[in-house]
């Protein structure tokens, strides 16, 4: 069935001057002018094509017209409030599905996620198995990816764009190969991981050296249970944590967003 098209913006300021039966005061609540209420009003006459208020000796009343109507449209806007709250509900304030590479949830993220938690009591986290997930088929609200930069998302940088070169205390004199991280020419890998999770996991078993983001590598290189095998070096990749723009002006989405970029 096709909709009327309704003029929402002037039926609120018919409701407020209703309300008040005064144009001044009408134009006080909605932060505009008496002459933009003015005209509001007779627009929506003659949309209506029905004459709403008339000025009397006693001030501003409503034509039995303009009484008819009042009723039904209050309902109605408790209707739409009633709508947008069933619609934010559908995406609960507390709860947050994310998406996220294993290795950086382990080394990076978890310990933000649980501080984050400790000051918002009630906090959900629900994680994709897929940390390349579609963000509509999973329902997400954020992913994090280890890519140039946010594209046609929305996004924010968590770690810098470094990258260094690990090994364990004792490891073997060899390489460790993973997509997007080629080794120098000439270097024959002795394994060819398929993330730099798995990259990660041979070096801390002395397996071999490898070339991980730096933000994977902080906490084990601070532990001593890897050494840095010279200093870190920029890189053109980085951890980007992202959403498309609907998501990313929820206020829940921004409330994390801050806590984990500052």
């Not at 309902?75 to 590479?101: N, W």
């Amino acid at each position: 069935m096709k909709r009327t098209h309704l003029p929402l913006n002037a039926l609120r300021v018919f409701d407020a001057a209703a309300r008040h039966l005064s144009f001044t005061r009408a134009a006080d609540e909605l932060a505009v002018t008496p002459a933009a209420v003015g005209q509001q009003i007779r627009a929506l006459e003659d949309v209506l094509g029905v004459v709403l208020f008339r000025r009397t000796s006693k001030g501003l009343e409503l034509t039995p017209e303009g009484e008819a109507g009042l009723d039904p449209l209050r309902e109605g806007f408790l209707r739409f409030e009633e709508s947008v709250a069933a619609m934010q509900a559908g995406q609960a304030s507390d709860r947050y599905t994310i998406a996220a590479p294993r290795e950086f949830y382990a080394a990076w993220l978890a310990p933000r996620l649980a501080a984050f938690q400790a000051q918002t009591p009630g906090v959900q986290y629900i994680f994709a198995p897929d940390e390349h997930a579609d963000f509509t088929e999973a329902n997400l609200d954020l992913a994090i990816r280890l890519v140039d930069g946010p594209s046609d998302l929305q996004g924010v940088q968590l770690a810098p764009a470094m990258r260094v070169t690990i090994a364990a205390p004792s490891h073997r004199d060899a390489w460790i190969e993973w997509p997007g991280m080629p080794l120098p020419d000439g270097v024959n890998p002795c394994i060819r991981a398929g993330s730099p999770g798995q990259a990660l996991a041979s070096a801390f078993a002395g397996m071999g050296r490898t070339v991980v983001p730096l933000a994977l590598a902080e906490a084990g290189i601070a532990q001593g249970q890897l050494i840095a095998l010279g200093d870190p070096e920029p890189g053109t990749r980085a951890y980007w944590l992202l959403a498309p723009a609907p998501q990313w002006r929820s206020k829940k989405v921004r409330s994390l967003v801050a806590f984990l970029s500052s």
